[in-house]
């Protein structure tokens, strides 16, 4: 939209956003003709999504003149960076697709039909940019019997695999594949498989949760069984003892970082509208307890923009807060009236309900504004006050909508209707979302995330390292005279300040990152913002890989203690095994290597006669079985077979194995083979049984470690070594530009190009 005419907006924000900001959104967000160039400008974006939510004014009402002042109005909101609302509202408001939402969840019922409509609308939700979850809980166990057809059923875990390969053939707009959450009640048959069905690799494409109730909670805590129940009858099946089952829990989100929990009871606790339905599941995060068939439109204040400085000091503008506050709610029950939803049910229960999560980012940054460190009582309190403030005005300002436009179509029989109670517009006001991609177009830290880094090394065109120091700490640096660039190099490598001489103690202590802050404080800050929030708090709770799992057990038990609604967390390298060495050893002696010519090198033939093992190795894309043989002279040959998963390894990793298999019969060292295979990463690692495999070409390096161990000794390790410079916070690589994930808000969000598993 070049061509509209800008000068009814008075705010410019081309020249004023940081160029990572520009990056990200030229990539995911501004139109772009048939060969994939932006033909819009980042402010063309903000008037396309500004004039197609205000024009939902009209409907209550609103003459041309006051729709187009809402534009504005909105178009400014957006601007100041202090509200954005969530990435589907900014890709897709005023063009074709007109979805705005970003999480769904879907009902699963026991029946072929309900199974298989379910898939097919994940798909329809997945090509319109969307993530789902399902609550698997009402299908009957696996081998249960199935009285139409005489047989027996295959269980909710067999189910998930359909839903896993139908998201795996679906992309996201040609760029990513969808996310999904799915749960299982604790109190199903088949909970202890659910809980470790991610060990084989098969659901990568699923974030898991199990569904905590009270009376199991009240179980752990006596040391007592609890009963299971078949769901296709309610009638019990046995008994578990609970703290074993919980046990298992907390030590495979120790391993693997699945499952999470939730606290079931307590989201149907807080259910607006119990006369419609219980509250099964949540989006792909964690942070959206809905009904089946319901969506939610999500926005985001900036906290950072909240501060201003006085001659007492730092402080928050509370003015300034409640009147972002009040603009958001509009903007957010306007993008409900406009929304294209992408099945009808879905439709008809979002107007029904007209829920809204509106939440934070910016946090950290303003915690570090106001020269409290995150793992503070002070930040505590403080973050409660902010939070309970958000409620009050979002809710007034909802109360003020129902009084122009009336409340939500659902209000009899929910929660307000009471004698006392007050008529509201939206059945909830507040969420706590994931915001990766939203902080990077805002130069912001994430949701209510400590700071990941203080200072990042990005790869740019031709190898370029450019180092991208936090701006707030750079300024302070300036400011109090530390700042030089081998200071800031040397922050850029460790990621930290803290121990880092030149830093001032208590600028170590503002700055403080998430590696840094006590599993204890992350709970207590998400505990701090669930006390007032309608919906749940996205937080992922931070561990060092040395981490036991008492500690994981300690945190899991305190967020039960104080009341949040659920847990995510992730533990550095899981069940890797670190090696820690230089990497790098110099040969003494020795002259240098005159050059080889193409051509001058040919590998020896095949021999007749090898000898060898086969190694199963899980990976992402399966399980992937690499073969490895040996003649008279050394290792010659190496095969690869994917499992029944296929992916990239059924034609790449053959492709792999047989340059590498050239390589050996050519007098390359195995150890040069395995020291470039090893620490490749794909999008989608897994845990084997020693450790995370980061991908397929990584466990062909791992398999051949241990070919040359069994060679050496007679008998091979099954623990994963990693490389000395593999970073121990990454998820994976990045799909779209091979950088580092980052574990945040129950999500993976690249820092490099902006992608996010939950945009």
């Known amino acids: ?25 030229q990539k995911r967000y501004l139109k772009k003709n048939d060969e994939g160039e932006p033909i819009e400008k980042p402010s063309d974006m903000f008037i396309r999504v500004a004039e197609n939510i ?70 329809i939700i997945h090509k319109s940019g969307g993530g789902t979850g399902f609550s698997f809980s009402r299908l009957r166990p696996a081998g249960d019997q199935v009285r139409s057809t005489q047989g027996v059923s295959s269980g909710p875990i067999s189910f998930m695999r359909v839903f896993n390969q139908a998201t795996e053939a679906v992309k996201q707009g040609g760029t990513r594949r969808g996310a999904n959450m799915g749960v299982l009640r604790v109190d199903h048959p088949d909970v202890l498989d659910f809980i470790k069905c991610k060990l084989d690799g098969d659901f990568a494409n699923f974030n898991i949760s199990v569904a905590l109730t009270e009376a199991f909670m009240d179980a752990v805590q006596a040391g007592t069984s609890y009963e299971l129940l078949n769901p296709r009858d309610g009638k019990p099946t046995g008994q578990l003892d609970a703290r074993e089952v919980y046990d298992l829990i907390v030590e495979m989100a120790w391993a693997t970082g699945d499952p999470g929990i939730i606290f079931i009871d307590r989201m149907n606790r807080d259910n607006p509208t119990p006369a419609l339905g219980e509250i099964e599941s949540t989006n792909p995060c964690g942070e959206q307890p809905l009904l089946p068939y319901e969506a939610c439109n999500l926005g985001s204040v900036n906290l950072s923009k909240m501060v201003r400085y006085t001659e007492s000091g730092p402080d928050l503008d509370w003015d300034h807060l409640a009147d972002v506050v009040h603009r958001g709610v509009r903007f957010l029950d306007d993008v409900i009236e406009v929304n294209e939803y992408p099945i009808e049910k879905i439709g008809e229960l979002a107007r029904g309900n007209r829920k809204i999560g509106l939440g934070v980012m910016g946090w950290a940054d303003m915690l570090i504004m106001m020269g409290l460190p995150y793992d503070s009582d002070e930040a505590i309190a403080l973050g409660e006050k902010v939070m309970g403030f958000i409620q009050a005005e979002s809710r007034q300002a909802s109360m003020k909508l129902a009084e122009e436009r009336g409340a939500f179509p659902n209000f009899e029989g929910s929660v307000y209707d009471t004698p006392e109670g007050v008529r509201v517009r939206n059945a909830t006001v507040t969420t706590i979302a994931p915001t990766g991609t939203l902080s990077i177009i805002s130069n912001c830290s994430s949701g209510i995330e400590p700071l990941f880094a203080v200072s990042y090394v990005r790869t740019v065109m031709d190898n370029d390292r450019l180092i991208e120091v936090n701006p707030l700490f750079e300024d302070l640096a300036v400011k109090q005279g530390f700042y030089n660039r081998d200071l800031m190099a040397l922050i850029a490598e460790h990621g930290s300040v803290v121990g880092v001489e030149g830093v001032p103690t208590e600028i170590q202590r503002v700055f403080v990152t998430a590696h840094e802050v006590a599993p204890e404080w992350h709970i207590r800050m998400q505990a701090a913002f669930q ?11 931070n561990f060092g890989n040395e981490a036991t799992v008492d500690d994981v057990r300690h945190v899991y038990d305190l967020a ?74 050394g290792l010659c040959e190496v095969f690869t077979q994917m499992g029944k998963s296929g992916g990239c390894a059924s034609s790449q990793s053959e492709g792999l194995s047989r340059l590498i298999s050239v390589s050996l019969r050519a007098g390359v060292d195995p150890q040069a083979i395995i020291k470039h295979l090893r620490g490749i990463r794909c999008p ?25 161990e069994w060679m050496e000794t007679g008998q091979a390790s099954i623990m994963v070594s990693k490389n000395s410079d593999e970073l121990v916070n990454l998820a994976g690589a990045c799909p779209e530009c091979g950088g580092a994930l980052e574990h945040e808000s129950g999500c993976a969000v690249c820092r490099a190009c902006g992608f996010s598993k939950c945009a």
């Open 531 to 541: 006390k007032s929030t309608d919906n749940a708090v996205s937080k992922t709770v």
């Open 684 to 708: 989608s690692p897994a845990w084997a049984q020693g450790g995370k495999v980061l991908s397929c070409a990584d466990a062909v390096g791992i398999a051949m470690e241990h070919y040359i």
């Open 54 to 123: 205000a024009s939902a004014e009209a409907a209550y009402g609103a003459s041309p003149a006051q729709v187009a002042e809402t534009a504005r109005d909105f178009y400014d909101l957006m601007t100041s960076l202090e509200f954005l609302p969530n990435s589907p509202t900014l890709m897709n408001a005023g063009r074709e697709l007109q979805q705005l939402s970003a999480c769904f969840v879907l009902p699963v019922a026991d029946s072929m039909d309900s199974i298989f409509g379910a898939v097919r609308d994940t798909a």
């Open 1 to 25: 939209m070049p061509d509209q005419d800008t000068a009814i907006y008075s705010r410019t924000i081309d020249e004023t956003l940081s160029p990572n900001s520009v990056k990200v959104l």
């Open 560 to 633: 039960h203690e104080l009341g949040v609604k659920g847990v995510t967390i992730y533990r550095d390298g899981s069940k890797e095994n670190q090696v820690l060495s230089t990497g790098k050893t110099a040969k003494a002696g020795g002259t240098a290597a005159e050059p080889v010519r193409h051509g001058e090198i040919e590998p020896r033939p095949r021999p007749s006669v090898t000898v060898g093992r086969t190694e199963k190795i899980q990976t992402g894309c399966g399980n992937l079985y690499v073969t490895i043989n040996s003649d008279e002279q």
